[in-house]
């Protein structure tokens, strides 16, 4: 060993135990210094908040700002394993929730694809170590349950159309009309056409994936299956119509069908009908009557129809209009077991010349349009060829 002269000391050497002590020092020193070097604990939390759409969404707060500005460079797998969501517990093999990520009012903000279901409980799971310089493996969780719906039954069947209770042997379709909305999915569970001795006819309907609902989800377009209708088709001649001429039937709805709460219908619902002799002849204007109002009054103008017409279509595809083409404004019913339509107008009738507009696409209840029979035979000559989109019918008032 040296002096800070260079010079070598004289006597003895430094201990083994000053040496030891020596290192000891050093290490310490640069442990403190990677101590320090290590980030402060995140005060980032999670929590459940009510966002402006009304619904529920997840917030990570107590970011910095240089955090939040490196988070709106990420992508959704990343945010992924830095905030998800779960319903129940989370699984390995359960996916998190989808949903969108992004900045907002300085936070991490996640927003569910799907509304929340009412009941069930939802945990969302916040990864502190997987934040920008994160370290460690600490989880933060934060659960949320919808409170459950009121599954008091008060949802019922408002209508069934036809509302006759005579129909044809080739009836098309039924109408179902409820009294809130319904949840979609395997309505075919809950709909049964029963025999006059209460047997269940096998497969009667045209059970589609795609339910034919309206936009509200009140009603449903039921079909009788095509091929239970049109002769000459396997169905027909293995299984036999649907529906058969002269005999009694009974359409019943489950009471256990779900509304869009969850609940069950208030009570079951049976429509009995009796079945007439098929109905294939096109459905003709020329034998509907009119009933046309005074000018100067908003009374009615009324159609009265030969036969029943499809519920649905009868008060969309007939329309009013003025002898220049300008359509009249106002409301339409449908009554009389579809036999008659009314039409009363917004504003006064004025004296002069009108039409009432029929496209040609309008039905019957077995299908039939205006000049085209639901069931073609190919082997028969068909005179009768209508190539406009809409017939006319012209009155008078004065």
Known sequence: MFNTKGQRFKGSRLSEQAIFLFALLCSIATLTLCVKSVPAQTTATIKW????????????????????????????????????????????????????????????????????????????????????????????????????????????????????????????????????????????????????????????????????????????TLFIDPGRIKRGVKPLEEIGPSLESGKRYRLVIDREWRDGNGAPLKESFEKAFTVAPPDRQPPNPADWKLETPNADTRAALTIRFPEPMEHALAQRLIAVTKSTGESIAGSVMLDDQERRWTFIPDAAWQSGRYHVVIQTTIEDLAGNNIGKPFEVDVFKNIQRHLTSQTVKLTFEIR
Not at 49 to 67: C, F, I, P
Not at 94 to 99: E, T
Not at 154 to 162: G, R
């Open 49 to 220: 908040v009510k966002v402006e759409s009304g619904k529920m969404a997840v917030e990570l707060t107590g970011l910095d700002a240089a955090t939040l500005q490196q988070l709106a460079k990420w992508n959704v797998l990343q945010f992924q394993k830095l905030l998800a969501v779960y319903v129940g517990q989370p699984d390995a093999n359960v996916p998190p929730m989808l949903g969108s990520y992004r900045i907002h009012n300085n936070a991490l903000r996640f927003e569910p694809q799907f509304a929340l279901e009412p009941g069930v409980t939802y945990r969302a799971v916040f990864l502190p170590g997987k934040l920008p310089g994160g370290l460690g493996n600490s989880v933060v969780t934060a659960t949320f349950s919808p409170p459950s719906r009121d599954l008091t039954p008060t949802t019922v069947v408002a209508q069934i159309y036809p509302s006759s209770n005579v129909v044809p042997e080739n009836l098309l379709k039924f109408y179902l009309h409820f009294s809130a909305p319904m949840r979609r999915g395997n309505v075919y569970e809950y709909i049964r056409l029963l025999d006059e001795s209460g047997n269940p006819v096998e497969l009667p309907f045209l059970e589609i994936d795609e339910e034919l609902w309206n936009h509200d989800l009140t009603r449903l």
